[in-house]
């Protein structure tokens, strides 16, 4: 179905260390665009992913897509207080339907 | 600030009222949605609107009926919930209905009680 899976859907992570989470459908996708919401807020979109192994980085944040456009990472590194939040991966899908995974919460300890 | 704006943020409400949810987008943008966000679900598209036309609406009850006055405005009108709606209801928007980014508003923490 066209569902992504995202992993984990909790981590804690001590502040300095490094960090990734993941995201995997079982189709085939057009492209995947990585959210952020923090507690008590909104998503924020972070990145798009389009090209089939492409790799973006924003600071400290590394993203990419997978060879078979099914899979993708975010990877933090060095992380921050600031880096608390729900991060969200959304698949989109032939038909343009975007489909959201869980979300992985991350609790950064200081 | 994203550009959308959503009304009234928290909303209490028993199961045989009527109350509506206000989103307006500031963007100049064509295409806008309803999600519904719930604890440990993922989000949930409920209605898409492109042009104010609606091309989207995913198996949501009839007791949730939106309304797409103009490509600016979008409106969710609730009547006889049930507690199981209970949820953060967010409103996006986006350039058109396809491969762009959505920018959301801040949501309408619902309690339906």
């Known amino acids: 179905g066209q569902q992504v899976m995202q992993i984990p859907q909790y981590q804690h992570v001590q502040e300095g260390e490094d960090f990734t989470t993941y995201c995997n459908s079982s189709?085939?996708?057009?492209?995947i665009q990585w959210y952020k919401q923090r507690p008590g807020g909104h998503p924020v979109f972070l990145i798009q992913l389009v090209k089939s192994g492409e790799v973006k980085k924003q600071k400290r944040l590394t993203f990419q897509f997978g060879e078979a456009k099914k899979n993708s990472s975010l990877h933090i590194t060095a992380t921050q207080t600031t880096d608390v939040g729900t991060y969200f991966c959304?698949?989109?899908?032939?038909?343009?339907?975007?489909?959201f995974g869980k979300g992985n919460q991350v609790v950064v300890i200081p | 600030e994203t550009g959308v704006t959503q009304t009234p943020r928290h909303l209490v409400m028993g199961m045989t009222n009527k109350k509506s949810l206000k989103c307006e987008q500031h963007l100049g943008h064509n295409a806008m949605y309803w999600y519904k966000q719930s604890a440990k679900k993922p989000l949930e598209l409920m209605f898409v609107y492109s042009l104010e036309e609606r091309v989207e609406n995913n198996s949501v009850p009839s007791r949730f009926s939106p309304e797409c006055p103009n490509s600016s405005h979008l409106f969710l009108h609730l009547h006889t919930l049930q507690p199981e709606d209970s949820a953060l209801y967010l409103c996006?928007?986006?350039?058109?209905?396809?491969?762009?980014?959505?920018?959301f508003g801040p949501g309408t923490r619902l309690t339906v009680t």
């Open positions: 959304a698949g989109r899908y032939g038909n343009n339907r975007l489909a």
């Open positions: 996006a928007s986006s350039p058109t209905v396809g491969h762009h980014e959505q920018y």
């Open positions: 189709t085939t996708l057009s492209n």
